[in-house]
C-alpha cells in the first residue's frame, strides 16, 4: 500500500516538471477610478494661489491662521501660508511687506523660490507682465503690500502722495544723466515719482549742502519735462513745477551744477497752485 502510494507521488512529480510552466496572471487592466493615486493627490492639493494682483500699489489682507499650511520658505515655515500671485503692470523693481511674517517668492505656485525674508520684506525686479507668487507664512493676521514699480534707471523711489520728501548723498554717486540746464559730467541720483492726481506738481532740492541742478523726465531716457539750476538769482537750489496726469511715473534727477557740486541733498514734491 505504502509503495503503491511513494509510485503514485513519483509519477505526479514527474508529470508536473514535464508540463509546461504555470500561467502568469495578466496584470490587472489599468483604471481610471477616483482612487487613482495621482488624481487623489491633485484633488485634495490646496487651490493656488489664493488671490492674485495686477495693480501696484496693492494691498491684500486676511489671517493665516484660517489657512493650511501648503508652503515652506528657506527662511522661515511658521505655520498657515497665503499665496497671492502679482503680476507687474509695469517694469520695474516692487517693494513687498508683509511685516511680522516670513515673506517669500515663487516662480510658481509651488515652483522655484526667488528671494526669501524673515522680516517680511522683499524687493522684487519684474518685467511688465511677469508674474511672482507671493508667500505670507505664519499664524496671524497679516497685509501684504506692494509698492507701486520704480523703473530700472531710477535710484530710488520717492514715496508715494504729495507732499512727499527724500534725502541723499551724491558724493560717491556715479554720473548716469543730464539735461538741458546741467548735470553733465557730475554726479546724480535718480528718483522716480508717480502723480496720485491730475494736476500741477512741483519739485525742489530747497533744504541741500550744494549748487544743485534738478530735472524731470517722463521715464527712463524720456522727454524732458523741466529743468532748473537756480530758484532765483543767489539761491543754488532748484525747482521744476510739471503738469502730469494722475498715475504718470516721472523720473527725478537730483544733479550739481559743476563736477564738485555733490554731498547730501533733499528732494521735495508738492501739489503746485
Ligand atoms: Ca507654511
Ligand atoms: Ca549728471
Ligand atoms: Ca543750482
Do not use: K
Request: aromatic letters at 6%; charged letters at 20%; hydrophobic letters at 40%.
Amino acid at each position: 500500500m505504502v509503495w503503491i502510494a511513494v509510485l503514485l507521488a513519483a509519477c505526479d512529480v514527474r508529470r508536473y516538471r514535464d508540463d509546461a510552466p504555470p500561467p502568469v496572471p495578466p496584470p490587472p487592466a489599468p483604471t481610471d477610478r477616483d482612487t487613482d493615486p495621482g488624481e487623489a493627490t491633485a484633488d485634495t492639493a490646496a487651490p493656488c494661489p489664493d488671490e492674485a494682483l495686477a495693480t501696484a500699489p496693492a494691498a491684500v489682507s486676511g489671517d493665516t491662521s484660517a489657512r493650511s499650511d501648503d508652503h515652506a520658505g528657506s527662511c522661515g515655515d511658521a505655520g498657515g501660508d497665503v499665496v497671492v500671485a502679482f503680476t507687474a503692470p509695469a517694469e520695474g523693481r516692487y517693494t513687498v511687506t508683509a511685516p511680522g511674517h516670513a515673506l517669500y517668492a515663487l516662480d510658481d505656485c509651488f515652483g522655484a523660490e526667488l528671494a526669501c525674508d524673515p522680516g517680511g520684506r522683499l524687493e522684487v525686479p519684474l518685467a511688465v507682465g511677469e508674474t511672482v507668487f507671493l508667500v505670507v507664512d505664519g499664524d496671524g493676521p497679516f497685509t501684504l503690500e506692494v509698492s507701486g514699480a520704480v523703473p530700472p534707471c531710477a535710484d530710488f523711489g520717492l514715496d508715494e502722495g504729495a507732499p512727499a520728501s527724500g534725502e541723499g548723498d551724491t558724493t560717491a554717486a556715479p554720473d548716469d544723466a543730464a539735461a538741458s540746464c546741467g548735470g553733465d559730467g557730475v554726479p546724480d541720483h535718480l528718483w522716480s515719482w508717480t502723480a496720485p492726481a491730475s494736476g500741477t506738481f512741483v519739485f525742489d532740492t530747497i533744504g541741500s549742502s550744494y549748487d544743485t541742478v534738478l530735472y524731470v523726465l517722463d521715464g527712463c531716457g524720456g522727454v524732458e519735462l523741466g529743468c532748473d539750476d537756480d530758484i532765483t538769482f543767489g539761491t543754488l537750489q532748484s525747482e521744476v513745477a510739471v503738469t502730469l496726469s494722475a498715475g504718470e511715473t516721472v523720473i527725478v534727477g537730483v544733479d550739481g551744477y559743476r563736477s564738485t557740486s555733490v554731498g547730501p541733498y533733499a528732494l521735495n514734491v508738492r501739489v503746485g497752485p
